[in-house]
C-alpha cells in the first residue's frame, strides 16, 4: 500500500466533519445572547436527561420489580396455602391474614374464566414487573388491571377448581414517589435557567450597547456611551471612546488648519480683487480676473473637500421635502425631472450634508444631461436614492476613477461655467461614507447613468 493513501484516507473523515459543522453552523442562532443561552441550556438539558434516564433505568425500575416481587411473593404464599387447604375457615382466616398482615383484599370465587386482555398503558413497568413474577412464582394463568383504578391493582390467579381475586394498593408494588425527584429537578433547573438568563442579558447588554454606539459613530452620529460591565467590555469600550476622541481630535485640527489656510489664501485672492479694480476695464483684466474667480472657486470646493461637514449633527430629515427642492432647482435651470419616494420617507442623516451630496450627483447629471429622474427608496436597513439622467454615461472601467479628488475625465476637462474642479463626486461620495453608506455608479434605464447612494438607517 502506498504512503499517499493515509492522507487521502484521513482527509475524508476530516472532509465528513467540516461539511457537517458547516450544516449544524447554518440552523445555529448567529446573535451571542442566543448562542450563550445554549451554552448554558444545552449542557444542562443533556446532564438532567442523563440523570433522569440512569435514575428511571435503575433505581426506579429496580425498586418498581423490589416491591412488585415482595407482593407476588404474598400473593403466592397465600395461594399455597389455599391449596393445601381450600376449606372455608381456612379461607376465612386467609382473608382476615392478607387484610391485616399483607394490606391485601383476598377473595376466592367459582371456576370461571379470566376476562380479555386490557391494553397496556404507555408506562408498563408496573405491569412488566407483576407479569414476570407471577409467571415466574405462581405459574398460573393470571389477569391484572392497573389502570381501571389509579390507586389500585387487581390480580387474578385461575387456580384449579377456583379464581383468586387479589386488590392490592398501588404503591405497595410501585415506587410512586420517585416522580418527587424528577420534579425537583426540573424545578431547580428552570430556576438556575432564569437566573442565568438574567446574567446573560446584563453581560450581553453593555455589549449590544457597544456595537450600536459603534454603528451610531460610524454613520455620522452621536455616540455616547458610558463603559460598563465585564471587565473585557469594559476595556473594549474605553478603546472605542479613546479611538473616538482621537478621531474626534483629528477632525478639529484639520478643520482649524484648513480654516486658518483658508483665511490666509482668501486674503491674498482679496489683495488680488483690489488691484485689479484699479487697473481699470481691458482685455487682459478680465482674463486675470476670471482666473481670480476660478481660484476662488476651486479654493472653496478644495476647502469644502477637506474640511466636510464634521460639526452638524444628525437628525430626522423628510427625504420628500429634499427631493422637491432639488426638483425645484433643476427645473429653474430648464431641465424637467422626476422625483419618486417609497416607504417611509424620515431618516436621520445630516440633512446640510446629505443635501450637498445629492446636490453634486443631480449637479453632475444636469451637466451631462438633459432628462434626470430621482427616486428614494426606504427599507429595514438602508436608505437608497438614485439620480438617473441620459447623458452620455461613464464607461465601467473609469466608474472608480471618477471619485478620486482632482480626476477628470478628458472630455470633461474645462473650467467654463465653474466646472472642472474633479471634486464634486469625491465630496459626494466623503460625504455618503460618512454616513455609513457608499456611491456606486451604473448604467441608467434613460440611457446615461446612475448615481446611487445607500445610507444605513
Known amino acids: 500500500m502506498s504512503l499517499s493513501f493515509f492522507p487521502a484516507y484521513f482527509e475524508r473523515p476530516r472532509t465528513a466533519w467540516r461539511n457537517f459543522a458547516r450544516n449544524v453552523a447554518e440552523y445555529m442562532p448567529k446573535g451571542l445572547y442566543a448562542r ?32 412488585s416481587t415482595a407482593v407476588v411473593q ?16 381456612n379461607v376465612v382466616m386467609l382473608q382476615k391474614i392478607a387484610s391485616s398482615r399483607m394490606g391485601l383484599d383476598l377473595r376466592f370465587t367459582g371456576r370461571e374464566p379470566l376476562p380479555p ?41 385461575q387456580l384449579e377448581d377456583s379464581m383468586m381475586r387479589v386488590v392490592a394498593r398501588r404503591n405497595a408494588a410501585y415506587a410512586s ?15 438556575l435557567l432564569a437566573v ?26 452621536d455616540a455616547e456611551w458610558s463603559p460598563h460591565g465585564a471587565r473585557e467590555v469594559r476595556q473594549a469600550g474605553y478603546a472605542f471612546m479613546e479611538m473616538k476622541r482621537r478621531i474626534e481630535r483629528a477632525m478639529e485640527q484639520r478643520t482649524a488648519m484648513l480654516n486658518g489656510v483658508s483665511h490666509d489664501l482668501r486674503t491674498v485672492l482679496t489683495r488680488f480683487k483690489l488691484s485689479l479694480a484699479l487697473l481699470g476695464d481691458g482685455p487682459e483684466f478680465e482674463a486675470v480676473q476670471k482666473d481670480v474667480e476660478e481660484m476662488q472657486r476651486m479654493l ?16 430626522p430629515t423628510d427625504m420628500r421635502i429634499l427631493l422637491e427642492e432639488l426638483k425645484a432647482d433643476a427645473e429653474r435651470q430648464g431641465h424637467p425631472a422626476q422625483i419618486e419616494v417609497s416607504g417611509e420617507s424620515t431618516v436621520i442623516v445630516r440633512p446640510d450634508a446629505f443635501k450637498r451630496c445629492l446636490v453634486n450627483l443631480v449637479s453632475n447629471a444636469l451637466r451631462y444631461g438633459n432628462k434626470i429622474e430621482i427616486s428614494a427608496v426606504r427599507d429595514a436597513r438602508f436608505l437608497t436614492v438614485n439620480v438617473d439622467d441620459d447623458g452620455p454615461g461613464i464607461p465601467a472601467n473609469e466608474r472608480e476613477d471618477v471619485f478620486r479628488p482632482f480626476y477628470q475625465r478628458d472630455e470633461a476637462r474645462t473650467l467654463e461655467e465653474g466646472f472642472g474642479t ?13 454616513h455609513g453608506g457608499d456611491i456606486q455608479l451604473a448604467q441608467s434605464p434613460l440611457g446615461g447613468l446612475r448615481a446611487s447612494v445607500r445610507v444605513p438607517v
Do not use: C
Open 74 to 89: 404474598d400473593i403466592a404464599s397465600i395461594a399455597d396455602l389455599y391449596r393445601a387447604n381450600p376449606s372455608p375457615d
Open 422 to 434: 474633479g471634486l464634486g463626486l469625491a465630496i459626494a461620495r466623503d460625504i455618503a461614507r460618512s
Open 36 to 67: 450563550s443561552l445554549l451554552i448554558v441550556i444545552v449542557p444542562m438539558v443533556i446532564l438532567q436527561s442523563a440523570i433522569a434516564y440512569f435514575f428511571m433505568e435503575r433505581h426506579w425500575q429496580l425498586v418498581t420489580f423490589r416491591l
Open 177 to 191: 414517589n420517585s416522580h418527587i425527584f424528577l420534579v425537583w429537578m426540573v424545578g431547580t433547573s428552570l430556576v
Open 300 to 315: 472653496e470646493a478644495y476647502l469644502a473637500f477637506a474640511r466636510g461637514d464634521a460639526g452638524e449633527v444628525a437628525e
Open 117 to 157: 386482555t386490557l391494553p397496556k398503558p404507555f408506562f408498563s413497568i408496573l405491569d412488566q414487573a407483576l407479569s414476570r413474577e407471577i409467571s415466574t412464582q405462581i405459574r398460573r394463568p393470571f389477569w391484572i388491571d392497573t389502570v381501571g383504578k389509579s390507586s389500585l391493582v387487581e390480580i387474578r390467579i
Open 196 to 221: 442565568s438568563v438574567a446574567f446573560l442579558r446584563n453581560q450581553i447588554r453593555p455589549i449590544l450597547r457597544l456595537a450600536q454606539a459603534a454603528q451610531d459613530f460610524g454613520k455620522g452620529r
